[in-house]
């Protein structure tokens, strides 16, 4: 029985006056790798934050991993899920090590098996634990900060990770590089959902084993990267699709 | 110069010793009314602001007057003293641990709530942790003025180094004035040192790339 770990049931957001949200449902599948494709102000970013309960819904149930986040400790819950973002947000004052460790610490690990955790997952993301764990973020690149801000993620195995635009502000080739890796580790590290937002859509079709294409915060089509690309459901999508023809044109041309 | 030192020495250390009683007394207890302040009222911006302007209206009364209002209250001597620069030293930390906690990114502070961190664990581990350098340098300040203004706690005899200030001034002699002040200083410069050093224990010293 193929298991549901995302839940939207007719979820409703406004902050103030504005309505960023008007009707989401939606369900997840255990192991998924889902990408959401959509323009600032589509809600993307606001859809990924409702699911770790940084946002809460208007009106609306929102279900993860079989629990009803009215209910929910959000506390505990953002402890097993995983969270990677735009601005990194590494703590500067604290060492590679240390970062990865958050969570972790905070669920009471011992010592001992944070250290063991922290080379393991340096290890998976491709730096040299010896040379990166007493580190400062500082002393590291872009690309090898977000590689931590994965590895933090992952640090207590949680069945979710959420993305919100991780690579958008990393230039093309590591961008590139990254994008491989993280979904290797989704095939690598199987049964995890990755729930992942983004505005490039090479980086959404390449990445989702479904697209959910978002517009003035509601859904325009939720499928496989190929019937997205050869079956837009609506007009915006469309025209997205549109967009990267005209690149493709414009190869063309260059050639 | 030389002669003056040699034949009062004992008393201008004690002196010494009473200023800085004075001074580290008064601070230790803005610094704690500081965080308290800051604990309660950090999610009352409002609230905030208004203590902020309360402690600026002291601040900008006169020592000589502050001191000789609370005479009536607490009477002569060293708890006037304290109360009056505890209160001058509030205005400067309390600014100063509020900006210092303002300008973190709050895209931390979203990312920490997103790892899991408890409000208790973002303000301590997050915020109180990035703003610690702006803290301790509103510290040197309140310190470094506290040092100045504790002189005229002489008035109302609290002792301190205030005292040579004033014999000097009394008696028409320079060379008391001139110890007054240089040993105002050297404290200072001591009392930074040490404040230094705790720093150093607290905030780890981050590379820069």
Redesign the interface.
């Known amino acids: 029985m193929i298991k549901e770990i995302i839940k939207f049931n007719h979820v409703n957001k406004k902050f103030g006056k504005n309505e960023v949200i008007k009707d989401l449902s939606f369900s997840i599948n255990e192991g998924e790798f889902i990408t959401v494709l959509g323009s600032s102000g589509s809600g993307k970013t606001t859809t990924l934050k409702m699911i770790n309960g940084l946002e809460k819904p208007t009106s609306g149930q929102i279900i993860v991993n079989d629990c009803d986040l009215k209910e929910a400790n959000l506390v505990t819950l953002r402890r097993h899920i995983g969270y990677v973002v735009q601005s990194i947000g590494l703590f500067p004052h604290m060492t590679i090590s240390q970062n990865i460790g958050v969570t972790p610490k905070l669920l009471g690990w011992d010592q001992g098996k944070i250290d063991l955790k922290v080379k393991d997952l340096l290890e998976l993301v491709g730096l040299d634990s010896k040379e990166y764990a007493s580190r400062y973020p500082t002393q590291l690149s872009g690309g090898q900060q977000q590689r931590i801000g994965v590895a933090r993620a992952l640090a207590t195995n949680p069945p979710l990770m959420l993305f919100d635009e991780p690579f958008s502000a990393l230039d093309a080739i590591t961008r590139q590089n990254l994008q491989r890796e993280v979904k290797e580790l989704h095939h690598k590290l199987s049964k995890k959902t990755f729930f992942f937002v983004t505005h490039d859509i090479n980086e959404a079709l390449y990445l989702g084993d479904r697209v959910m294409v978002m517009n003035h915060g509601q859904i325009e089509q939720f499928d496989t990267p190929n019937k997205v690309a050869n079956q837009p459901a609506t007009n915006y999508v469309k025209r997205l699709i549109g967009t990267v023809r005209e690149n493709q044109a414009l190869w063309e041309d260059i050639k | 110069m030389i002669q003056y030192w040699q034949e009062n020495s004992g008393q201008m250390i004690n002196l010494m010793i009473q200023h800085a009683q004075m001074v580290l007394g008064s601070l230790l207890i803005a610094i704690v009314i500081a965080f308290i302040l800051i604990v309660v009222f950090l999610r009352r911006e409002n609230w905030l602001n208004g203590l902020m302007y309360f402690f600026s209206l002291l601040y900008s009364v006169p020592s000589y007057a502050f001191f000789a209002l609370l005479i009536p209250i607490t009477g002569l001597g060293q708890i006037s003293a304290i109360i009056v620069l505890a209160f001058y030293s509030e205005y400067v930390l309390l600014r100063s641990f509020i900006t210092g906690i303002r300008e973190v990114?709050p895209?931390?502070l979203?990312?920490?709530?997103?790892?899991?961190?408890?409000t208790k664990?973002i303000f301590v581990k997050?915020q109180l942790?990035?703003a610690l350098p702006t803290i301790f340098s509103g510290i040197q300040v309140a310190l470094a003025s506290t040092m100045a203004i504790a002189t005229i706690a002489s008035t109302i005899s609290a002792g301190g180094l205030g005292d040579l200030l004033f014999e000097g001034l009394q008696t028409g002699r320079v060379v008391p004035i001139l110890w007054g002040t240089i040993l105002t200083v050297l404290l200072t410069l001591i009392c930074i040192v040490i404040l230094k050093l705790i720093e150093n224990i607290f905030?780890?010293d981050?590379?820069?790339?």
Do not use: N
């Not at chain 2, 979203?110 to 408890?118: D, K, Q, S, Y």
């Not at chain 2, 981050?206 to 790339?209: A, E, G, N, R």
């Open positions: 990114d895209s931390y979203e990312v920490a709530a997103g790892l899991g961190m408890t664990q997050v942790a990035l905030v780890v981050v590379p820069k790339q």
